[in-house]
C-alpha cells in the first residue's frame, strides 16, 4: 500500500468518524495528539472541532498531515533537546 491510499483510508475513516457521539474524542486520540506540544495540542483540537462541523475528505486530509507534522516537530525538537543535554553534562564533567 502506497502513503496516498492509507491517507485516503484514513481520511475516509476521518469522515465516518464525523457522526459520532464523541467524534472530537475519537479523532483526537487517533491523531495522537498526546505526542504533541501543548501549543500544537490545543491548535490540533481546535481543527478537529471545525472539521466536525463542517468537515469534507480534503478538509479531512489536512487535518491528517498537520497532525502529523506537529508530531514529527515535536519528536525532534525533544531528541534535540536530549541531545544538548548531554552535550551539556558532558561538559560539565
Do not use: C
Not at 24 to 53: S, Y
Not at 63 to 69: D, E, G
Request: aromatic share 2%.
Amino acid at each position: 500500500m502506497n502513503p496516498d491510499e492509507k491517507l485516503d483510508s484514513s481520511a475516509a475513516a476521518l469522515v465516518a468518524l464525523r457522526g459520532t457521539p464523541d467524534a472530537v474524542r475519537i479523532i483526537t486520540e487517533r491523531l495522537k495528539v498526546k505526542e504533541m506540544g501543548p501549543a500544537d495540542h490545543i491548535r490540533t483540537k481546535h481543527e478537529v472541532k471545525a472539521f466536525v462541523a463542517s468537515g469534507d475528505l480534503k478538509a479531512a486530509e489536512a487535518l491528517l498531515n498537520s497532525a502529523q507534522a506537529r508530531r514529527e516537530l515535536n519528536q525532534k525538537q525533544s531528541i534535540t533537546m536530549k541531545m544538548n543535554q548531554r552535550r551539556g553534562q558532558r561538559i560539565g564533567e
